[in-house]
């Protein structure tokens, strides 16, 4: 009989164990540093979401156990497949958009995109590094719902024929679109008047799958 691991850092220790790296080999594996996983394994740190969806996928993890508890480890982790474009969305300067993308789908765990339908959800992917400090790094598929599209968050926008996915501020008195990078060494695009008639909101970006 197993053993049950009440918190987060026992069951990701247990993960640890179960793959037979060290602790810094471990982190590489996610992608996070010798310090960043010290940090997350002593409770310093709390993993964010993004690392966990990683371990469940990466080590065939019950995504719903990692997180509460329930369940067990190497139950298998409910999936739904989301509509994937192949397209690129960029986080740099833009890409243009296909007239006719070739369409896949791709699994994503079920709880990644809780509370959302799966059938109301899309993907692209991500291509360069100015939304790093949004953990959106190139590579990355992101989801977005297209029934979201108001209010200032991360979107997946179109401008013209290019497509990009940035933090959109929406400034309605001086009718501006502001395309805002989360990383410092690109400025914010301002969008004005007759600007803004090209830009198409096409969907709030609600989780990122990133690159193994």
Same mark, same amino acid.
């Given at each position: 009989?197993?053993? +049950?691991?009440?918190?987060?850092?026992?069951?990701?220790?247990?993960?640890?164990?179960?793959?037979?790296?060290?602790?810094?080999?471990?982190?590489?594996?996610?992608?996070?540093?010798?310090?960043?996983?010290?940090?997350?394994?002593?409770?310093?740190?709390?993993?964010?979401?993004?690392?966990?969806?990683?371990?469940?996928?990466?080590?065939?993890?019950?995504?719903?156990?990692?997180?509460?508890?329930?369940?067990?480890?190497?139950?298998?982790?409910?999936?739904?497949? %989301?509509?994937?474009?192949?397209?690129?969305?960029? +986080?740099?300067?833009?890409?243009?958009?296909?007239?006719?993308?070739?369409?896949?789908? %791709?699994?994503?765990?079920?709880?990644? %995109?809780?509370?959302?339908?799966?059938?109301?959800?899309?993907?692209?992917?991500?291509?360069?590094?100015?939304?790093?400090?949004?953990? %959106?790094?190139?590579?990355?598929?992101?989801?977005?719902?297209?029934?979201? !599209?108001?209010?200032?968050?991360?979107? +997946?926008?179109? +401008?013209?024929?290019?497509?990009?996915?940035?933090?959109?501020?929406?400034?309605?008195?001086?009718?501006?679109?502001?395309?805002?990078?989360?990383?410092?060494?690109?400025?914010?695009?301002?969008? !004005?008047?007759?600007?803004?008639?090209?830009?198409?909101?096409?969907?709030?970006?609600?989780?990122?799958?990133?690159?193994?």
């Amino acid at each position: 009989m197993q053993k +049950v691991l009440k918190t987060e850092i026992e069951r990701l220790l247990y993960i640890l164990k179960l793959s037979g790296l060290s602790q810094t080999d471990f982190g590489a594996s996610l992608g996070l540093s010798k310090s960043q996983m010290s940090h997350v394994i002593s409770g310093r740190t709390k993993p964010s979401r993004e690392v966990l969806v990683k371990i469940a996928l990466k080590y065939n993890i019950n995504l719903n156990w990692l997180i509460s508890g329930k369940g067990h480890p190497q139950e298998k982790a409910e999936t739904t497949l %989301i509509e994937l474009f192949n397209q690129e969305a960029a +986080v740099g300067r833009g890409i243009f958009i296909e007239d006719y993308p070739e369409i896949s789908a %791709i699994p994503v765990p079920q709880t990644l %995109i809780h509370p959302h339908k799966p059938s109301g959800l899309k993907a692209v992917y991500v291509s360069g590094d100015s939304m790093i400090e949004e953990k %959106i790094y190139d590579g990355d598929i992101v989801i977005f719902c297209p029934k979201l !599209t108001s209010g200032d968050a991360v979107y +997946v926008v179109s +401008v013209g024929d290019s497509l990009f996915v940035k933090r959109v501020h929406f400034d309605r008195i001086k009718n501006t679109i502001t395309l805002i990078s989360a990383n410092s060494c690109y400025p914010p695009r301002i969008l !004005t008047d007759y600007e803004t008639e090209n830009v198409k909101i096409e969907g709030k970006v609600i989780a990122c799958l990133h690159r193994m």
